[in-house]
């Protein structure tokens, strides 16, 4: 494939209908649903795609170590082999953490014989407003301690002035908004990848991040992403849902479908 260069005067002809996408997103909320056995596998897949995340400042090694555990084992094994599914490798896509915690998760993980990758936010995470040197020594120290992807925040400033370039994977906001995760946004930015794979044949993943904290929320994503994009993007390598709630709420509703009774939080701990 050849090098594609970004057209910027498609970008300035954008137009959003946003009534529509505001209907739409509100139509999508009240009609579509999934149930029984059904519901648990489409839980399960959203599990496999779950960055799980911890982005606390009083974060320490001990609970980087629990996250990684959990990280393995996001759903109670008796669940999975009640459904049939404790040999398929249900992990979370990826553990969510910062620079300064990457060797802890890295350590955690290898201990532990797994092979989920250390995702790590980076470059001035969330403001963004360090210095370019800074940005890219965070970039670099992280991946030396082990992590295999980085939640790159950029410099708004560049969007707001209009120096856009491409990505691989776009992300509605860092979850440390007061607003994060919507599905009007979510919307125009699915079509906005659809459009640019159209153009360019390049499949760009998406990544939801802050808000959603039910297993709900996660259907309504999933459903969401299929529909826009197709099952192609409902795989851990395309599709990413940043979240530190949301696998308690989806092991609830897995024990409720295995079990018909709802669980006590302390019947499912973090690890």
């Known amino acids: 494939m050849g090098v594609f260069f970004l057209d910027l005067g498609s970008i300035s002809r954008v137009q959003v209908n946003?009534?529509?996408?505001?209907?739409?997103?509100?139509?999508?909320?009240?009609?579509?649903?999934?149930?029984?056995?059904?519901?648990a596998a489409w839980l399960l897949r959203a599990v496999t795609c779950i960055d799980l995340t911890t982005l606390s400042g009083d974060d320490t090694p001990s609970n980087i170590h629990r996250l990684c555990y959990k990280a393995k084992h996001p759903i109670r094994e008796d669940l999975l082999r009640a459904m049939n599914m404790h040999d398929k490798g249900i992990t979370t896509a990826a553990v969510c953490v910062y620079p300064a915690r990457v060797a802890d998760?890295?350590?955690?993980?290898?201990?532990s014989g797994c092979n989920i990758p250390v995702a790590s936010v980076a470059t001035g995470f969330p403001a963004a407003q360090t210095s370019l040197k800074t940005r890219l020594e965070e970039i670099r120290i992280?991946?030396?301690?082990?992590?295999?992807?980085?939640?790159?925040?950029?410099n708004r400033t560049l969007v707001l002035t209009g120096q856009w370039e491409g990505s691989d994977f776009i992300k509605t906001s860092t979850g440390k908004e007061a607003v994060n995760a919507t599905l009007?946004?979510?919307?125009?930015?699915?079509?906005?990848?659809?459009d640019f794979y159209w153009k360019t044949g390049n499949k760009v993943g998406f990544k939801p991040a802050g808000g959603i904290r039910t297993a709900k929320d996660a259907l309504t994503w999933?459903?969401?992403?299929?529909?826009?994009?197709?099952?192609?993007?409902?795989?851990?390598?395309?599709?990413?849902?940043?979240a530190s709630t949301l696998l308690s709420d989806i092991?609830?509703?897995?024990?409720?479908?295995?079990?018909g009774r709802y669980a006590a939080y302390h019947d499912l701990p973090m690890a």
């Open 18 to 39: 946003q009534p529509a996408v505001i209907r739409h997103a509100e139509q999508i909320q009240s009609r579509r649903t999934v149930k029984k056995d059904w519901q």
């Open 251 to 259: 092991e609830r509703q897995i024990y409720h479908h295995v079990t």
């Open 222 to 242: 999933l459903i969401l992403m299929k529909e826009e994009l197709g099952d192609e993007w409902l795989k851990s390598d395309l599709f990413r849902l940043g």
């Open 142 to 154: 992280a991946v030396e301690d082990g992590a295999k992807e980085i939640d790159i925040v950029i």
């Open 105 to 111: 998760a890295v350590k955690a993980l290898k201990t």
């Open 184 to 194: 009007p946004v979510g919307i125009v930015m699915m079509r906005a990848i659809r």
